[in-house]
């Protein structure tokens, strides 16, 4: 079965990087695509940044520039950098298969003065 464990949040004043994580258990994660999703307080879960099998990738139009997704196969991990963060990136961030329905338990980014 695979599972998705995301980690790296934290509070961050504006302006501020973090690096997020996604650690994906269980065989096959170099042929996913693999997407990072947010959902911040009474919105809904979006779609922000996704990279294919063969490392080609595309975000959403509020985090293009800022923010950076990669992946390490042998380690099958994908992360998230994030740069000059803002308030509204505040949300729980995570991570998964895109094709996959599982969510794991997501990480909190707090973005505050």
């Known amino acids: 079965q695979v599972q998705f464990v995301e980690s790296g949040g934290g509070l961050v004043q504006p302006g501020g990087s973090l690096r997020l994580s996604c650690v994906v258990s269980?065989?096959?994660?170099?042929?996913?695509?693999m997407g990072w999703y947010r959902q911040a307080p009474g919105k809904q879960r979006e779609l922000v940044a996704v990279?294919?099998?063969?490392?080609?990738?595309n975000y959403a139009d509020s985090v293009k520039g800022r923010f950076t997704i990669s992946r390490d196969n042998a380690k099958n991990t994908v992360y998230l950098q994030m740069n000059s963060l803002k308030p509204e990136d505040t949300a729980v961030y995570y991570c998964?298969?895109?094709?996959?329905?599982?969510w794991g338990q997501g990480t909190q980014v707090t973005v505050s003065s």
């Open positions: 269980g065989s096959g994660f170099s042929m996913y695509a």
């Open positions: 990279i294919n099998s063969g490392g080609s990738t």
């Open positions: 998964k298969a895109t094709t996959f329905a599982s």
